[in-house]
């Protein structure tokens, strides 16, 4: 699976879109982009994933560049409850096990 | 929606004693995953099952040892326990179709002293 690089912390505004950058610039072209966060030791919670095109789902929205080497996890409205460690994972869609690196820990502030 | 079940939630163990945490998956989930998170570290995959067949082995000692049983469910084994495996022990689940979206369990806080 291909490596990832994402900032280690990250703020933003409580009500603020926040966006969290992911490097993977040795993606092979059929790997996927997946993103899941864990807000304080609970089990890790998928958010979205992608391959070319750009997603969106009831909670966040996934853009992904035409080179697919990075991509953009955006929370449009944060709230504090989105305060939590978020993981960019590359990886093929078969019953493959995710690798976590280290994430960004996202702070929303009041 | 039901959600992943992982019992016990909490375990206290002494050094060399052996623990057993069990998960009970998604109704449907044919996949299992095990992964262990040491105090301040990321989650690491130790092992998984699809169909009731090893799929996919990481970083899991020999001391321990995991299984999925007839009904899906799955048991991760782990004897002669140091103090190094105090751990928060998450299982996964996931069905086997799509791109196979994993969905976590509240975790197994497992403290070795």
């Known amino acids: 699976d291909a490596k990832t690089t994402q900032p280690p912390s990250m703020d933003c505004a409580e009500g603020r879109a926040a966006n969290l950058p992911c490097n993977h610039s040795?993606?092979?072209?059929?790997?996927?982009v997946y993103w899941y966060r864990q807000i304080h030791s609970q089990g890790p919670q998928y958010i979205i994933h992608g391959l070319k095109n750009n997603e969106t789902n009831e909670m966040a929205s996934l853009i992904i560049t035409e080179d697919r080497k990075s991509s953009t996890l955006i929370l449009p409205h944060a709230t504090l409850r989105d305060t939590a460690v978020y993981y960019c994972i590359v990886r093929l869609p078969l019953r493959r096990q995710l690798t976590f690196g280290s994430g960004t820990q996202l702070t929303v502030l009041p | 929606a039901a959600g992943v079940i992982q019992s016990p939630r909490h375990l206290i163990k002494e050094k060399r004693e052996t623990a057993t945490l069990k998960c009970y998956p998604i109704?449907?989930?044919?996949?299992v995953y095990w992964y262990q998170q040491g105090p301040g570290q990321d989650p690491q995959f130790l092992i998984s099952?699809?169909?009731?067949?090893?799929?996919d082995k990481g970083s899991i000692p020999d001391r321990f040892s995991a299984q999925q049983f007839s009904d899906y469910h799955s048991e991760l084994n782990m004897s002669s326990l140091e103090l190094g495996d105090s751990a928060l022990y998450f299982c996964a689940s996931a069905t086997g179709t799509g791109v196979y979206e994993q969905y976590f369990g509240p975790g197994t806080r497992l403290t070795v002293t």
């Open positions: 109704p449907r989930h044919d996949t």
């Open positions: 099952f699809y169909e009731k067949m090893q799929s």
């Open positions: 040795t993606i092979s072209g059929n790997e996927y």
